[in-house]
C-alpha cells in the first residue's frame, strides 16, 4: 500500500509541474525558434511583454498552489480529488472582465484547499468570441457544499492571424458541490481498488455499477 502513499502527490506534482509549463510556455520567444520543427501547426502562445509584472505574479501563484497542493499530500496524507463545476469571473491584465464556466479540481479538504480550474470563456479578443482558461487558487475546503473560491492563471485567445495570446488574469469564481472525486487510502471503503475509490455524486462509482 505504500505504492498509493506517493502516486497522489505525485499525480498533483505532474498536474501542477503542466499548468506552470503552460504558462511559462507562454512567454515571448523567437518567432524563428517557435516554427523551427513544426512550421504552420503549432505556435506557443505569446503574452505581452508590457505585462511582465502581472505574468510573473500569475505564474508564481500558479507555482505556490501547485506547491501547497503537493506538500499537504505528501505530508498530511490530504490527497483526495473533488470535480467541482463552477463559475466566475476574472480580470485580466488588459482591464477586461471576463466571465468564466470551468472544471475545478479541489485537492484535499479544508478549511481552506487548493483548486486548480480550466475551461472556457467569453472573449472578445478570440475570432469566436470564446477563449481558454487556466488557473490556481483556493477555496473554503468543502467540496460537498457550494464553495467561493480565489485564482490566479492565464486566459488564452486565438486572433484572426491564429496566434494565441496568453493574458495574466486574477479573478473568483462560486463552485457547486463535487460532481465526481478520487479519495486515496481508502481500503475500507466500498467500491475501492487497491484503496482508490472512485465517487460520482459522492457515491462510491464502482457500487453504482454493479
Known amino acids: 500500500m505504500e505504492y498509493f502513499r506517493f502516486v497522489p502527490p505525485s499525480i498533483i506534482s505532474f498536474a501542477s509541474a503542466t499548468l506552470i509549463i503552460t504558462a511559462v510556455s507562454a512567454m515571448p520567444r523567437p ?3 517557435q516554427n523551427r520543427f513544426l512550421p504552420g501547426l503549432f ?3 505569446q503574452t505581452n511583454p508590457d505585462q511582465g509584472l502581472q505574468n510573473t505574479l500569475a505564474v508564481g501563484g500558479l507555482g505556490a498552489v501547485g506547491g501547497v497542493a503537493a506538500s499537504q499530500c505528501l505530508f498530511g496524507g490530504n490527497c483526495d480529488l473533488s470535480f467541482r463545476p463552477s463559475l466566475g469571473a476574472s480580470v485580466d ?7 468564466q464556466l470551468g472544471i475545478t479540481t479541489q485537492v484535499g479538504n479544508g478549511p481552506v484547499a487548493p483548486t ?4 472556457l470563456q467569453l472573449d472578445g479578443n478570440s475570432q469566436n468570441g470564446i477563449g481558454g482558461f487556466v488557473a490556481g487558487g483556493i477555496n473554503n475546503g468543502d467540496p460537498n457544499s457550494i464553495s467561493p473560491g480565489v485564482q490566479t492563471g492565464f486566459g488564452f485567445s486565438q486572433g484572426n492571424n491564429g496566434q ?3 493574458t495574466a488574469q486574477l479573478g473568483g469564481n462560486i463552485q457547486a458541490p463535487q460532481l465526481a472525486g478520487i479519495n486515496f487510502g481508502a481500503q475500507n471503503r466500498p467500491g475501492n481498488v487497491g484503496g482508490v475509490q472512485p ?3 459522492n ?3 464502482l457500487s453504482l455499477l454493479g
Open 203 to 205: 457515491q462510491p462509482l
Open 43 to 45: 505556435q506557443v502562445p
Open 93 to 99: 491584465a488588459n482591464g477586461q472582465i471576463v466571465p
Open 199 to 201: 465517487t460520482f455524486l
Open 116 to 119: 486548480f480550474t480550466g475551461g
Open 164 to 166: 494565441t495570446q496568453a
Open 31 to 33: 518567432q524563428e525558434v
